[in-house]
């Protein structure tokens, strides 16, 4: 059975600092892994992970994938009041578009 | 370009009716998942449909289910309802099966009295 491990469960900062989120997984026949933001109902697409090394960078947050030690990492600089969200880590294997979520980070960023 | 659109948004039902949710994915979107979203249980895959056939389904009962219809819409249907039921249920649209990237509607919150 896939299974997707997100650390630390939560996370109190004050804006500006840097954050670094954790996302292990176990999954037969991996395909991808995904990173969403969630504020209060939809989730929102952040990145993208197929190969290992390459870093995904979008404004201030960014992702890298490391598929020897099967772990990912979301990268959030300058924090912001408004990236206060669950984040959360998915992965998908070769079955189809099925995802397996990890139980999310929540973070709070406080003025 | 519109995004997923879930309708219901809010629904109070009580325990043994049944309910069905309808999601409308991305145009051009042809692949449809649902997932259940409960505090305890985080985010759990229900199926998937593509081409209005079920490709993948969770590990839910029966009384879950759902279908697909031509222009890629989607149902589900949840039968004689429990109480541990209420969850948000949210859709995700892909462009096709096997396309990774999924974008997800508002959800329906589903409460059972």
């Known amino acids: 059975e896939d299974k997707v491990v997100q650390s630390p469960l939560s996370l109190v900062v004050h804006e500006g600092d840097t954050v670094t989120l954790n996302c292990s997984y176990e999954?037969?026949?991996?395909?991808?892994l995904l990173w969403y933001k969630q504020e209060k109902k939809a989730p929102t697409f952040l990145f993208m992970l197929?190969?290992?090394?390459i870093e995904k960078k979008s404004g201030r947050l960014s992702s890298i994938l490391d598929k020897k030690e099967l772990f990912s990492i979301l990268n959030i600089t300058a924090t912001q009041t408004g990236d206060s969200a669950v984040y959360l880590c998915?992965?998908?294997?070769?079955?189809?578009?099925?995802?397996?979520f990890g139980g999310g980070t929540r973070l709070m960023v406080k003025p | 370009k519109a995004g997923v659109t879930q309708t219901p948004r809010y629904l109070i039902k009580t325990r043994g009716q049944q309910v069905t949710l309808s999601c409308s994915p991305i145009?051009?979107?042809?692949?449809v998942s649902w997932y259940q979203q409960t505090p305890g249980q985080g985010l759990q895959f229900l199926f998937e449909?593509?081409?209005?056939?079920?490709?993948n389904k969770g590990n839910f009962p029966g009384r879950f289910s759902g279908r697909q219809f031509s222009n890629s819409r989607s149902e589900m249907n949840v039968s004689t309802l429990e109480l541990g039921d209420s969850a948000l249920y949210l859709c995700?649209?892909?462009?096709?099966?096997?396309?990774?990237?999924?974008?997800f509607g508002q959800g329906t919150r589903l409460t059972v009295v």
């Open positions: 995700a649209s892909s462009l096709r099966q096997g396309a990774g990237e999924a974008f």
């Open positions: 449909y593509f081409s209005e056939t079920q490709r």
């Open positions: 998915a992965v998908i294997n070769n079955a189809g578009n099925m995802l397996t």
């Open positions: 145009s051009g979107h042809r692949s």
């Open positions: 197929t190969s290992s090394g």
């Open positions: 999954v037969t026949n991996f395909r991808s």
